[in-house]
């Protein structure tokens, strides 16, 4: 009895960590370049080789790599990466990467991602402008001078050998993981757009609502299961 005690726990708390990852994905649905997480675990059968358990043991995020939409918005310092690729970021831990590109101008005139760091050019340094300048972006990310046609510097986009294994850290941006980054010879980027989250709404409440039903099932289950040991111990008692 025990046993189906133990494992409807597992049960519960599985469900409601995905319960979590499923909240998280709908938050970020208007975050730029969010890229949905799906939650998955497996029996500690499949964790301890040679023990025959039905407890569930989480696995690991899976991360959605694929493209979001692409959204005009007119702002002369969003940009959007056409297909493989990602912005750097020099933050406070080293350099991450991200798909977001609305950025902002800080004090000093220099690129930067609100919250996080720096951007970075394919050089691997900041990308510099001034705060009063119009400027103009090629398919590159090259960045003008909107009045002279002076160049100003470049929106760096990187690419991994291997996107899934990039590790995304707590601040939301992706680790490289032990993975070299590599400067894209020939990227795309779109000048006053950004890429829209690939968070699929239709499909995160269809799940939220199946890890619902079985949460409660399990609650309700464990409950009976509480009872019945309540029951044993006491009729055991008075034996």
Same mark, same amino acid.
């Given at each position: 009895?025990?046993?189906?005690?133990?494992?409807?726990?597992?049960?519960?708390?599985?469900?409601?960590?995905?319960? %979590?990852? +499923?909240?998280?994905?709908?938050?970020?649905?208007?975050?730029?370049?969010?890229?949905?997480?799906?939650?998955? %675990? &497996?029996?500690?059968?499949?964790?301890? +080789?040679?023990?025959?358990?039905?407890?569930?043991?989480? *696995?690991?995020?899976?991360?959605? /790599?694929? /493209?979001?939409?692409?959204?005009?918005?007119?702002?002369?310092?969003?940009?959007?990466?056409?297909?493989?690729?990602?912005?750097? +970021?020099?933050?406070?831990? @080293?350099?991450?990467?991200? &798909? %977001? @590109?609305?950025?902002?101008?800080?004090?000093?005139?220099?690129?930067?991602?609100?919250?996080?760091?720096?951007?970075?050019?394919?050089?691997?340094?900041?990308?510099?402008?001034?705060? *009063?300048?119009?400027?103009?972006?090629?398919?590159?990310? &090259?960045?003008? *001078?909107?009045?002279?046609?002076?160049?100003?510097?470049?929106?760096?986009?990187?690419?991994?050998? %291997?996107?899934?294994?990039?590790?995304?850290?707590?601040?939301?941006?992706?680790?490289?993981?032990?993975?070299?980054?590599?400067?894209?010879?020939?990227?795309?980027?779109?000048?006053?757009?950004?890429?829209?989250?690939?968070? *699929?709404?239709?499909?995160?409440?269809?799940?939220?609502?199946?890890?619902?039903?079985?949460?409660?099932?399990?609650?309700?289950?464990?409950?009976?299961?509480?009872?019945?040991?309540?029951?044993?111990?006491?009729?055991?008692?008075?034996?």
């Amino acid at each position: 009895m025990t046993k189906g005690f133990y494992n409807l726990t597992s049960g519960i708390l599985s469900q409601t960590r995905r319960l %979590d990852v +499923i909240g998280n994905n709908m938050t970020n649905l208007s975050t730029p370049g969010y890229k949905a997480e799906t939650y998955t %675990d &497996r029996t500690f059968e499949e964790v301890l +080789i040679g023990t025959e358990s039905y407890l569930l043991a989480p *696995d690991q995020l899976y991360v959605n /790599q694929t /493209q979001g939409a692409m959204r005009e918005t007119g702002m002369p310092l969003d940009f959007a990466i056409q297909g493989d690729g990602f912005f750097a +970021i020099q933050t406070e831990n @080293g350099v991450e990467y991200t &798909r %977001d @590109g609305a950025f902002s101008l800080d004090e000093q005139g220099r690129l930067c991602l609100a919250g996080h760091g720096l951007v970075l050019g394919p050089d691997g340094a900041p990308v510099t402008l001034t705060q *009063d300048q119009q400027i103009r972006a090629d398919s590159a990310g &090259r960045i003008y *001078d909107a009045s002279t046609g002076g160049y100003m510097g470049q929106v760096g986009v990187f690419t991994f050998a %291997d996107n899934g294994q990039l590790a995304k850290g707590t601040s939301g941006l992706f680790l490289a993981n032990g993975q070299q980054a590599q400067a894209a010879a020939a990227p795309t980027v779109m000048w006053k757009c950004t890429e829209e989250s690939n968070v *699929d709404m239709l499909k995160e409440m269809t799940q939220m609502l199946t890890a619902q039903r079985a949460l409660q099932g399990g609650a309700q289950v464990l409950k009976l299961y509480n009872s019945l040991l309540t029951k044993a111990t006491t009729e055991v008692g008075r034996l």
